[in-house]
């Protein structure tokens, strides 16, 4: 099992910038690929970022240039650096980690989960 904590959520303005933490526990967390996703209401959840065990990392085109994805493997944390931030980015998001050293972009195939962070942006 693994244990994923969110945080760092929170309020901003239109423009802004957030940085999600992510800390884990409960599985090598160096052979272990990461990802943020968000879900709006209505809509279905969709990958934001993801780093695989090597460093390498994929991001959605939504937010390509404006966020960015990292970690920490002697903290076994992931964080999500978002900048220039707009009020489509508004959701809740979620941490997620995948039994396995590489990255997918299919929801299904994300086998840990965090309890989510909202992250509001207002106009």
């Known amino acids: 099992q693994v244990q994923l904590v969110e945080s760092g959520g929170g309020l901003v303005e239109d423009g802004g910038s957030l940085r999600l933490s992510c800390a884990a526990s409960?599985?090598?967390?160096?052979?272990?690929?990461m990802g943020w996703f968000r879900q709006a209401p209505g809509k279905e959840r969709e990958l934001v970022a993801a780093?695989?065990?090597?460093?390498?990392?994929y991001y959605g085109d939504s937010v390509k240039g404006r966020f960015t994805i990292s970690r920490d493997n002697a903290k076994n944390t992931v964080f999500l650096q978002m900048n220039s931030l707009k009020p489509e980015d508004t959701a809740v998001y979620y941490c997620?980690?995948?039994?396995?050293?590489?990255?997918?972009?299919?929801?299904?195939?994300?086998?840990?989960w965090g309890q989510g962070t909202q992250v509001t942006i207002s106009s």
């Open positions: 409960g599985r090598t967390f160096s052979n272990t690929a």
């Open positions: 997620a980690a995948r039994a396995s050293i590489s990255i997918s972009t299919a929801v299904t195939r994300w086998d840990y």
């Open positions: 780093i695989s065990s090597g460093g390498s990392t």
